[in-house]
């Protein structure tokens, strides 16, 4: 019994640390209803009978043995069961499971029960389920040794309630940072959009236990007894009704304080025991919260994640759009300790109501107009300018107006007259059709969701966003860029900008200062590297990229390292675009030679009409055996002809496939320009090699992996992984692997680094003795299960090539969608300027627990830089950061769609342009004879 006490000391001790279901009053007012709360939702019965509760972590009350009838009207069950639950209802169970048996925690003095919680603060809640598993599995097999008797809740109850949890042993201790930085390049001072917040060493989050006696089941109640001790507790506090966090330790470790009921009078005793002052990384999710209560006070707008100032729109009168500037935020604690992430964001709005969008589809077609809108407004964002509030279109109702009532406060009105009571409006078009919002809600102690149905006016609701016609349109954008391409100094005087609101904003400084905290005025500077310039390797020459990464002219004018000849090729083409398919003939002859290549006349078919059957058809009917390419030239861009097109030459009829659109050899000015780059495409589609980087590996393959997902979600996900074949870099082995609707971790990863290693080998005759993997598509709360999912596939995936197989892996997450800037600082004036490719920083702003860095791949002459994120999950072979850093910079250069760098290495952007084809069009697995060539390019 005393190691299974301990054991429940040590898991209580470790979960109790969360301040997820906190809330919070501060000094401004707020009462707890105001306040935000996340993590798990805790049901607070107010009125139910003590002995009638039996739920373990819900508040105050009894506790009982086994799970009850109680228990099932409840909606909770012991069961491990995740049908129709959310996973946080799912991880309640899992923590119940070891503890209603046999554990339930219950103090005599208060009666309040301490459910063993586990913190959700710096990831999402899966990564704690297989834990809390683990868990489950450990109380029922301790639970079988002992001699089969089940310990009865009220009889360990009744010990433990008489046992205090020692202070040190709820301490954990915060591991040391994780510091891996390079040496090698040239010293840059950068400037990064990371501002330090300071922490008063005297003040913090306090961790208090609050017991009530005699018992109080009210957690309303429970605040209110404990308000009338602000002169000993101060203002600022965070209670959920066991756990006090106070930015100050209360003076002794064990308080006790005397309330009266202010109903009859009677008398209650507050106990509160000091338990531990928590760590910065503990309390991240907090100080999140702190920042949008800051955002609040400044007037700002939260859209998803993210808040904008209305106050201050820039318009565009001549496309009818407004763009309303704002921040996106978020504090965590890095290697240099706690930062705000500051960078700025900009939201495009329509000045065009959803009532004159439907009016101008219904005059464009009003016979079939309702089909026109429901296609065009499902899904869409609008804005309700009267509460600024966004809100998703999920149905129309054309059967309904602003005639119809509802019920509000017990009785019936109309929408009318609700929108001129609640914000004097007058709706002025009383047959339009209403707009539906649905959102769920979960409600503790319901298996399902409540589902809520908002209905909106078309004529006060705004469009957000672009449509795909103002997105083709070059002016429009053009327009939209000078707005949102934010230079670096522009990015440095909003930052600095919204620092000086923060602290010259009384009410906003107060928010911070309160708990210790106070936001500096300027960015972090700090040092970083520049790598030397690369070297471009072509047929007989070698090329450095400048400072610009930029080698366009030297690919048309070298020749490629592995040409392959065109002898038999099929070109395709409508009558109306016989001129253009001449014009594209003469263009490759004239271009093919001086790149090293041969490409003999094709065989011509010409189609009378452009329907997607007549492409089918001839497609296959002549496509022969020694049929090496075929070429179609379309007349316009479609979806389904391309789709049918792509779908026949990738999976049912194999053969390498080149589709353009005939309006790009319209210009004659720029025709040799886009001939000569389809001839590189073409070559590579065949497996030819372009150029290639100097890589001093020996025996080493690297791959990428990226995810396509449906974005309507209709459709399936699509996996790729694109590995090396040789040890030039110079040719590839791609696989795609189709799996479940938003599926991220591959099931199928074993069987496609199973083909790509047995190809490897066919080509080298051994297998490689070290595996680098760059993954792309992965964010934080999926690093651990990145590691321990994907990681053993790898290892399961070599062995079955030999038992005895075991190379060397290096597995490294790539995140390009990030909020992190980096600028470079020049001269004394400290001008910023976006920084050269092939700069690196790997420190200060780097993860506290992980070995990463941030490599600036690309040279951007408009707005500012986005440097690419890398997080080394794996690193067997322990290279050092100068090798990973290196080699990450010169993949970069190896993709052959660009000549020049790209965000990332080549490997993972093969992957995504594989994984989109597949996902996109085909939407089958290609047929194994294309996959050691790029023909997805």
């Known amino acids: 019994m005393s190691s299974r006490l301990n054991l429940m000391r040590t898991f209580l001790s470790a979960s109790s640390s969360s301040g997820d279901g906190d809330r919070s009053q501060t000094a401004s007012g707020e009462t707890p209803e105001e306040t935000v709360d996340s993590g798990f939702k805790?049901?607070?019965?107010?009125?139910?009978?003590?002995?009638?509760?039996?739920?373990?972590?819900?508040?105050?009350?009894?506790?009982?043995?086994?799970?009850?009838?109680?228990?099932?009207?409840?909606?909770?069950?012991?069961?491990?069961?995740?049908?129709?639950?959310?996973?946080?209802?799912?991880?309640?169970?899992?923590?119940?499971?070891?503890?209603?048996?046999?554990?339930?925690i219950v103090s005599e003095d208060s009666g309040s029960v301490t459910s063993a919680r586990i913190s959700t603060i710096g990831g999402g809640r899966g990564r704690f389920i297989q834990q809390l598993l683990n868990t489950a599995v450990d109380a029922q097999s301790e639970e079988t040794q002992s001699n089969g008797h089940r310990t009865r809740v009220d009889s360990l109850s009744e010990k433990m309630s008489q046992t205090t949890i020692s202070v040190t042993e709820t301490l954990t201790f915060d591991k040391a940072p994780v510091i891996k930085t390079g040496t090698k390049g040239t010293p840059v001072q950068l400037m990064t959009n990371y501002i330090r917040i300071a922490c008063d060493p005297d003040r913090g989050l306090y961790e208090h236990e609050v017991r009530f006696h005699p018992e109080v089941d009210s957690k309303k109640a429970r605040y209110q007894y404990l308000a009338q001790h602000t002169g000993t507790i101060g203002n600022t506090k965070t209670f959920d009704g066991v756990k006090l966090f106070l930015p100050k330790q209360l003076p002794n470790a064990e308080t006790i304080l005397k309330s009266k009921n202010p109903v009859d009078g009677h008398e209650v005793t507050i106990k509160i025991i000091y338990k531990r002052k928590q760590r910065m990384s503990e309390n991240i999710q907090f100080y999140n919260i702190l920042f949008q209560r800051i955002m609040k006070v400044l007037k700002l707008v939260e859209m998803g994640r993210k808040n904008f100032d209305p106050s201050a729109p820039k318009l565009i009168p001549q496309h009818r759009l407004e763009i309303w500037p704002g921040y996106v935020s978020a504090v965590d604690e890095y290697e240099g300790g706690l930062m705000l992430n500051l960078d700025v964001s900009h939201r495009v709005l329509l000045q065009t109501t959803v009532l004159e969008h439907i009016k101008i589809l219904a005059k464009s077609n009003p016979q079939d107009y309702k089909n026109l809108v429901t296609k065009s407004l499902l899904g869409a964002v609008i804005l309700t300018r009267y509460n600024n509030k966004t809100y998703r279109i999920d149905d129309i109702l054309f059967d309904q107006n602003p005639l119809m009532t509802f019920q509000a406060s017990g009785k019936a009105i109309s929408y009318v007259e609700y929108y001129k009571q609640q914000y004097n409006i007058d709706i002025q078009d009383t047959r339009q059709p209403l707009l539906i919002h649905r959102k769920e809600r979960r409600i503790a102690g319901q298996e399902k969701p409540q589902e809520m149905m908002m209905c909106l006016i078309p004529e006060i609701c705004y469009l957000t966003g672009l449509t795909d016609e103002m997105r083709s349109d070059f002016k429009v954008m053009r327009d939209i860029a000078a707005f949102t391409r934010v230079s670096p100094n522009q990015r440095l005087g909003s930052m600095r900008q919204f620092c000086q609101n923060v602290n010259e904003?009384?009410?906003?400084?107060?928010?911070?200062?309160?708990?210790?905290?106070?936001?500096?005025?300027?960015?972090?500077?700090?040092?970083?590297?520049?790598?030397?310039?690369?070297?471009?390797?072509?047929?007989?020459?070698?090329?450095?990229?400048?400072?610009?990464?930029?080698?366009?002219?030297?690919?048309?004018?070298?020749?490629?390292?592995?040409?392959?000849?065109?002898?038999?090729?099929?070109?395709?083409?409508t009558n109306k675009d016989s001129r253009i398919a001449k014009s594209f003939m003469d263009c490759v002859e004239r271009s093919c030679r001086p790149m090293g290549i041969q490409i003999a006349p094709p065989t011509i078919e010409v189609l009378n009409s452009d329907r997607t059957e007549q492409y089918v058809q001839v497609l296959r009917s002549k496509i022969r055996q020694d049929t090496q390419i075929v070429v179609i030239i379309c007349p316009t861009s479609r979806d389904d002809r391309y789709a049918a097109i792509k779908r026949i030459c990738c999976s049912e009829i194999p053969v390498p496939s080149q589709v353009i659109n005939a309006r790009t050899l319209n210009n004659e000015a720029k025709n040799r320009a886009i001939v000569q780059k389809i001839i590189l495409q073409m070559n590579c589609k065949l497996g030819g090699s372009l150029w290639s980087i100097h890589i001093p590996f020996q025996n080493v393959m690297i791959a990428g992996i990226d995810t396509y997902h449906d974005p309507r979600q209709k459709s399936s996900s699509v996996s790729a992984l694109v590995a090396s074949l040789n040890g030039d870099y110079t040719r590839w082995y791609s696989r795609a692997c189709i799996q479940n609707k938003k599926e991220e971790f591959m099931n199928g990863l074993c069987a496609s680094l199973e083909k790509s290693l047995k190809a490897y080998q066919t080509m080298n005759c051994v297998l490689p003795t070290k595996i680098i993997i760059f993954r792309d598509g992965v964010g934080d709360g999926q690093l651990r299960l990145c590691s321990e999912y994907e990681i053993p596939q790898l290892q399961e995936a070599c062995k079955l090539l030999a038992p005895d197989y075991c190379p060397e892996l290096v597995f490294i997450v790539v995140q390009k969608r990030i909020n992190t800037r980096m600028f470079r600082v020049e001269g004394a004036n400290q001008n910023l300027d976006n920084p050269n490719p092939g700069t690196v920083l790997d420190h200060t702003i780097t993860r506290r627990h992980h070995f990463d860095f941030f490599l600036v791949p690309q040279s951007v002459r408009q707005g500012s830089v986005s440097p690419t994120h890398y997080i080394v999950v794996h690193n067997q072979p322990d290279y050092s950061p100068d090798v990973l850093q290196r080699l990450s910079y010169k993949l970069c250069y190896l993709y052959y769609n660009w000549p020049g760098s790209v965000r990332v290495p080549a490997c993972c952007q093969y992957a995504h342009k594989m994984a989109y084809l597949i996902g996109q069009s085909v939407k089958r697995n290609p047929d194994e004879t294309l996959n050691d060539k790029l023909f997805y390019l």
């Open 42 to 104: 805790t049901r607070t019965p107010e009125s139910t009978p003590t002995a009638q509760r039996k739920v373990i972590g819900r508040g105050s009350g009894a506790s009982g043995g086994d799970s009850s009838e109680s228990d099932k009207q409840s909606g909770y069950s012991t069961g491990l069961s995740i049908t129709g639950r959310g996973r946080a209802q799912f991880i309640q169970s899992l923590i119940r499971q070891p503890l209603d048996a046999s554990s339930s």
């Open 505 to 573: 904003n009384r009410e906003a400084r107060e928010i911070l200062e309160v708990w210790g905290l106070k936001l500096d005025n300027d960015p972090l500077i700090m040092k970083g590297r520049c790598f030397d310039e690369e070297k471009v390797i072509f047929s007989g020459a070698t090329v450095g990229v400048g400072r610009s990464g930029d080698f366009n002219r030297a690919v048309t004018s070298n020749h490629m390292i592995q040409a392959v000849n065109i002898r038999n090729w099929l070109l395709i083409h």
